[in-house]
């Protein structure tokens, strides 16, 4: 056998066909820098670095000589080193197709069917669905929904992503009408008006490219021969600080390991890697076991059990033990039934794929999922070292890190053995997290019992718990006593009052939710007590069986994907066939997005000498600095310069919000000081290497509450008032008083931050390319910073990748930061913050305080109502002055409350500063509303939408700020989406199943919305366009509005189209520039089509009349040769178009203004089922009737209805903010916030646009739909509020309750009181430190 000695340091791998030979391997250098940078490939994403959003995901294709067989699977580039990739095959979004070769159907179907937004994560979308089918050419739902569990979406919603998947599938995507026979896409069956009216389709099918597995990249013939004669020498890439080596023998493996009994062994790189980016942990070598055969094997004993490798992929052990469950009686498979549990939602599918059995047990993360079963399975641990092979029991002392029962340094783990279970032995796993699927468990736990045989007898009893303490914890102790009782009542009790005395949680323990940890400990054992009496009773009928009530209990939630239909009126059949208004026309760069091609900020090609920044932040909350010292960082290789306030050469921001820290930080996560570095890694390093000396400066003011204590606001208070409220609350029948929290709301825009920033040699000019919803505000901030004209300033914004009010005022600030460094270094600096660093410094919507104080008659109508807002504004004014204004003025939502006074302020506290986020403070004020509308109906004793419907606007009437409308479009959405739903109906069924559930309890809600748009300032509402035809015919526009992802350049292209009467195809549109158009609004307030296609329609009616003399002169003519024509006679082919802006004002000296141009009306009904045990719930369906008047491209409209009904499902159930006592944001990722996946959304979600009606105050009559829906997804939130409700009814608990949001799996669990949470010990709030505080 050859020694380790005999080495090569030449790797060699492929992309996309071509081989790549590396002869400088850098084992720090993973695979999405090595594609972006040193590739060019800059299809492949960017959006977290660790993992979890899947924007980077490729394709790897490997070849196992063994089987002959190739593996195809999807992995996460950002956590792939690139020296792991020897003899294998890369495929990447643009291997796969492109506009300049073909592109590919998958490509070509999530483009065409609308799944683009943004199109940031696009590719790895497209990447995922292609690896699916590269391994299944039909694919079942179910394995749609295992391979897009592990790709966030924040723009689309989902449901047209899986659309495109399913097209593949031969499965039918009709729901059958729950088991009716019929089907929901026969609109004879379900459309209620003339069908000839109502439109179906977003696009058709039939053009779809079918898919043709023989025009697939084929895996490189090299790499076969490569994997059938393996080369036996050790691979060693040497980096800039760590070594790799790649042994290919056990014993070459072992050898190694006696050298460096340090090292790590890689497989997956999912726990090592995470440890060397966000830990700062750097192993100086790095051992990767993953040519060494023995570490694969399978091996099947039928009489003892299964060997797995501990090399195999957590994807391959599903795989195996899928089949083991077929082969096996039930009954010899209950460990292995137990692993596949867990593992259907361990993490998503890349991760479970490159993710290896071996490197997740030796990790021993405190919440592995699959530890604690293979613990109770009494899994044998094969090992080898160079003094021989060794087994150790996978037990509680190994798992606790106990020395004597661990592996030695020079240990490898080779093999795990995993037994069949015996006849009356029962095995179980159990986990809750914040999301179904890809999220680390709160609390999980792995139960075996073995009884005596044919008794109920305890023989042997194994509990252990994950997400308890730092490791897997044993109830050793419980279960010891345990021992030889039976399993009934008895026992049920004692087990959980002994589990709960050992296993104690400390308040201040790190992760919070202490109690509801706490609960989940016993709430899973009696799932498991439940499930294990079913099957005694199954095996032998002496035992009982449980109560019918509590069967539903034991069934997990499914993994559902979303379908359903959407609806919108037709477009008049006689408008021309070219005209494109009305019609649901693709995203203008949906195909680039899906090929790669699209390029964002950070996929521009390197400019000569740029230089990279890394940002220093403040780690206290409030503080002056006492000093920086600059020396170690300067010192570090690749470091150009540190930048402070003190190289501002004009303006540092202003008093409110600097640019550089200056004297003291204000919150932590300011900006102090930039490092430029030659590459983004020397950056990082040298930033952490920056010294901060602070000083503590008091007061601290974090909470809401704090801020009130100390009178810390921002900008005055902000007061409304109608009707006489003092009197008003004499006359009612009932007063209910209260308040409710709403937690904050991160933008998690898919493309972080970006700005590249190129000094010009001249004149002080700076061309800055940004990923901005106002790039003249960048320009603005940069000038001011630089003492520079805006004239030298060119700001540059082509598209971002999601921006959702995040990308308003922050870019700005970033934009200045970078030109700063910019004009110091000379050099061109590319700024693109990390995930984290993006979480922590930006700040996002803002957590609201509401106190009310409600009067009402019995038969629930609201006479009078006293609202307090406040909302957390962080630590400079931002935009928080103007959420407030909007919060109040749109808190009424639908409702006349005749007599009400309403007041607000925004909180200056220490926290970064919160900022503009879809729906501007309406998602805020309008929950407090329906959770006092809510309130109200519990005290009446009526159902809420009897309230809703009786408080509702009926008439023409005056809102709170006296502004007229008609709520005739209210009432109709409300009316149909009642009908739609068919409401009462299944009110009926719902209370029939919780009549029959008692653990499981379901919910429904119908939530009316009154929403309005823009802004209350006419010049906000300006617009400008620029317009020109050459003497080719082809048009360019720019305007001043800017593409996140919301399709407005699609419809300002469909607009220019309708005007010039000229194929949608002769109009382009480059970009956003502050040259082409200049002084221009930020892109926001749902108005940005609106106000930009007035522009484009002016400036292109503008040329249509100067042709008009040409065109009549030659009406047979082209329109290139009109175009010449105009040209020849000296008529400008150029024109602007500028719009003043809707008329809008507010007085608030006054309390009165025609504030919004016009409202946008809607409607949704959600339903809920909540695991009353766990706290968990699954969407079942929502219907969302929207009066969008006439779209004027209605599947951009109704992308922009689900995507932000889905945000809003994150706001309101998922997504939560944490911070420490001390003001530090724990949440800076997708590990630890969550946004609605895949499985999220609700199974079935119909969407229909009202017909029949015009907005004559737009453009075409149309209305801007970018905001509203985010506030139906509160529907799903007071869905959730009826199940507990009904949950509490059966409990007897009678006293209201009101529930803060979001309705997190804590918060449902914690307020379904039962015998369980009554063990709870609860720990008085003074004794201890909270790991985090709420800040609302
Ligand atoms: C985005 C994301 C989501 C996740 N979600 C979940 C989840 O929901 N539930 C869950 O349980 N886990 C989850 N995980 C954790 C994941 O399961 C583990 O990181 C993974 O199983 C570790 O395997 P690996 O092969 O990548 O380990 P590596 O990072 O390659 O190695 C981990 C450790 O194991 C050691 N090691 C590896 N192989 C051997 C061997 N043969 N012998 C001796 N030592 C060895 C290494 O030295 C190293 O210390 C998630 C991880 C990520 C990145
Ligand atoms: S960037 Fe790789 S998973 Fe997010
Ligand atoms: S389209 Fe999916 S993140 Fe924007």
């Given at each position: 056998m050859m020694s380790h000695s005999e080495k090569s340091d030449t790797l060699v791998f492929f992309v996309n066909g071509r081989k790549v030979i590396e002869k400088n391997a850098d084992p720090e250098v993973n695979l999405l820098f090595y594609l972006r940078k040193k590739l060019r490939l800059t299809g492949t994403k960017y959006g977290c670095g660790g993992g979890g959003c899947g924007a980077c995901t490729v394709m790897i294709s490997r070849y196992d000589s063994s089987s002959k067989k190739i593996r195809h699977y999807s992995a996460t580039a950002c956590l792939i080193p690139i020296c792991s990739l020897y003899g294998a095959a890369v495929t990447t979004v643009e291997g796969i197709g492109s506009t300049k070769t073909r592109i590919h159907p998958v490509q070509e179907r999530i483009a065409k069917g609308h799944g683009t937004q943004c199109g940031f994560c696009t590719p790895g979308m497209v990447m995922s669905i292609y690896t699916l089918l590269r391994n299944h050419l039909q694919p079942s739902t179910e394995q749609l929904i295992e391979t897009l569990g592990g790709n966030l979406c924040r723009c689309t919603g989902y449901r047209p992503i899986v659309e495109s998947g399913k097209s593949f599938s031969t499965e039918t995507s009709c729901c059958q009408m729950k088991g009716s026979g019929k089907c929901c896409l026969d609109q004879e069956e379900n459309e209620s008006e003339n069908k000839n009216d109502v439109c179906t389709k977003l696009y058709k099918e039939e053009e779809f490219l079918p898919l043709d597995p023989t025009q697939e990249l084929i895996f490189p013939p090299e790499l076969m021969r490569m994997a059938e004669e393996p080369i036996q020498k050790t691979l060693v890439f040497q980096g800039e600080r760590v070594t790799w080596i790649s042994p290919a023998t056990l014993t070459d493996l072992l050898e190694l390991k006696l050298q460096y009994p340090k090292a790590p062994l890689v497989m997956g790189n999912t726990f090592v890697g995470l440890n060397m980016k966000f830990k700062g942990v750097c192993y100086p070598v790095i051992i990767s076991p993953s040519r060494i055969l023995e570490l694969q094997v399978v091996m099947i004993d039928a009489k003892k059990g299964l060997t797995i490798g501990a090399g195999c992929s957590l994807a391959q052990v599903k795989e195996i033990l899928t089949e083991m469950i077929s082969e096996f009686p039930e009954e010899k498979t209950q460990t292995y039934q137990a692993l596949l549990k867990q593992l259907r939602t361990l993490a998503g599918q890349q991760i479970r794929n490159m993710a290896s059995l071996g490197g997740h047990i030796i990790s021993r993360m405190a919440r592995s999922d699959l530890n604690p079963v293979l613990c109770v399975g009494n899994c044998i641990l094969n090992l080898a070292s160079k003094e021989g092979i060794q087994q150790i029991p996978l037990n509680d002392h190994f798992l606790a890190g106990s020395p004597d029962a661990n592996l030695t340094s020079e240990q490898v783990l080779v093999s795990v053995f995993i037994p069949l279970s015996r006849k009356w032995e029962f095995v179980s796993a159990f986990r809750q997290a914040q999301r179904q699927q890809n999220s680390l468990a709160i609390v999980n736990s792995g139960m075996r019992v073995h009884f005596k045989d044919g008794t109920n007898i305890i023989m042997d009893l194994n509990i252990l718990y994950g997400g308890i303490g730092s490791t897997t914890v044993s109830a050793n102790k419980s279960c010891q006593q345990l021992?030889?009782?039976?399993?009934?009542e008895e026992m049920l009790d004692e087990a959980c009052r002994l589990v709960l005395d050992e296993l104690t949680i400390p308040g201040s323990a790190s992760g919070g939710m202490v109690e509801y940890r706490r609960t989940l400990m016993i709430s899973f054992f009696f799932k498991f007590y439940l499930e294990v009496l079913q099957e005694l009773n199954i095996r032998d009928h002496r035992y009982p069986d449980i109560p019918k009530k509590f069967q539903s209990v034991l069934e997990d939630f499914p993994l559902t994907i979303p379908h359903g239909i959407q609806t919108y009126e037709c477009i008049d059949s006689h408008q021309p066939l070219q005209d494109p208004v009305g019609r649901p026309v693709m995203h203008q760069s949906g195909i680039k997005h899906a090929t790669g091609e699209a390029m964002f900020c950070d996929d521009m090609p390197a400019i000569d000498e740029e230089l990279f920044l890394a940002v220093v932040t403040s780690t206290r909350p409030h503080a002056k600095i006492i000093s920086i010292d600059v020396s170690e960082a300067l010192a570090l290789p690749g470091v150009v310069d540190i930048i402070t306030s003190q190289d501002v050469p004009a303006e540092n921001g202003d008093e409110e919000e600097r640019l550089y820290a200056e004297d003291e930080v204000i919150c932590v996560g300011q900006i102090v000081c930039t490092v430029a570095a030659d590459s983004y890694f020397h950056a990082k390093q040298a930033a952490k290497k920056v010294n901060i000396e602070y000083e503590d400066v008091e007061p601290v003011i974090l909470t809401i509450k704090d801020a009130i204590k100390h009178k810390s606001f921002i900008g005055s208070e902000k007061k409304l008032e109608q009707g006489d409220i003092k009197e008003a609350f004499q006359t009612v029948d009932q007063i209910i008083q209260g308040e409710v929290h709403m937690g904050g709301q991160e933008h998690f825009y898919m493309e972080t931050q970006s700005v590249l920033v190129i000094p010009k040699v001249e004149d002080k000019e700076m061309e800055i390319y940004v990923s901005s919803q106002d790039a003249a505000l960048v320009q603005e901030k940069v000038a001011s910073a630089l003492g520079v004209s805006k004239n030298r300033i060119m700001c540059h914004m082509r598209r971002a990748g999601g921006a959702f009010g995040g990308k308003m005022t922050k870019p700005a600030l970033l934009g200045a930061v970078a030109a700063v460094a910019a004009n110091k270094t000379g050099h061109p600096i590319r700024f693109i913050l990390e995930r984290g660093d993006d979480m922590l410094i930006t700040g996002g919507r803002h957590p609201l305080l509401g106190k009310y104080r409600i009067g009402f008659m019995n038969n629930g109508k609201i006479k009078a109502a006293d609202i307090e807002y406040y909302i957390n504004g962080g630590c400079t004014p931002d935009e928080s002055e103007m959420v407030i204004e909007y919060a109040l003025l749109k808190l009424e939502n639908a409702y006349k409350i005749p007599n009400l006074r309403i007041q607000g302020r925004a909180c200056k506290t220490n926290l970064p500063s919160n900022t503009a986020f879809r729906g501007f403070g309406f998602p805020q004020g309008s929950f407090v509303t329906e959770s006092w509308i809510t309130a109200v109906a519990a005290k009446c004793n009526l159902s809420p939408e009897k309230v809703r419907e009786l408080n509702m606007y009926k008439t023409v009437d005056k809102t709170i700020h006296k502004q007229e409308f008609d709520p005739k479009n209210l009432i109709r959405c409300w009316d149909e989406c009642m009908e739609k739903s068919s409401y009462y109906s299944r009110k009926e069924a719902i209370e029939l199943f919780n009549q029959q559930n008692y653990w499981k309890k379901r919910g429904i809600a119908i939530i009316p919305m009154k929403f309005s748009v823009g802004y209350p300032k006419t010049y906000y509402h300006q617009a400008a366009a620029l317009v020109h035809i050459y003497t080719d015919g082809s048009v360019l526009i720019t305007h001043g509005g800017t593409e996140l992802g919301q399709g407005l350049n699609t419809k300002m292209i469909q607009v220019a189209s309708h005007e010039l009467k000229i194929p949608m195809s002769d109009v382009y549109l480059s970009e956003m520039n502050t040259a082409a158009v200049p002084n221009t609004v930020s892109?926001?307030?749902?108005?940005g089509a609106d106000v930009n296609g007035k522009a484009v329609q002016i400036a292109c009616q503008t040329l249509m009349k100067r042709l008009e003399p040409i065109i009549s002169k030659?009406?047979?003519?082209?329109w290139k040769e009109w175009a010449n024509e105009a040209f020849t006679q000296s008529i400008s082919l150029s024109a602007t178009g500028y719009f003043r802006g809707y008329k809008a004002n507010m007085d608030w000296v006054k309390g009165e203004g025609d504030v919004y141009p016009y409202f946008v009306y809607g409607a949704a009904c959600s339903e809920v089922e909540v695991d009353c045990l766990t706290g968990a719930h699954k969407n079942i369906r929502t219907d969302i009737v929207m009066d969008a008047c006439f779209s004027i491209n209605p599947a951009i409209d109704i992308g922009q209805i689900e995507g932000s009904f889905t945000q809003g499902v994150g706001l309101y159930t998922m997504e939560e903010l944490k911070y420490s006592p001390g003001g530090v944001l724990y949440s800076r990722g997708p590990d630890d916030y969550k946004i609605p996946s895949v499985t999220d959304i609700s199974e079935e979600l119909n969407v229909s646009l009202l017909t029949s009606t015009k907005n004559p105050v737009a453009i075409y009559s149309s209305k801007g739909l970018g905001e509203s829906g985010m506030f139906l997804g509160s529907s799903v939130f007071f869905a959730i509020v009826d199940a507990v409700t009904a949950a509490r009814k059966e409990r007897g608990l009678t006293q209201a309750f009101m529930m803060n949001s979001p309705a997190t799996p804590e918060l449902i669990r914690m307020i379904c009181l039962d015998k369980f949470t009554d063990l709870i010990p609860q720990d008085d709030p003074t004794s201890y430190k909270p790991w985090s505080i709420s800040v609302a």
């Open positions: 021992i030889g009782r039976a399993w009934n892109t926001a307030g749902s108005v030659n009406p047979n003519g082209t």
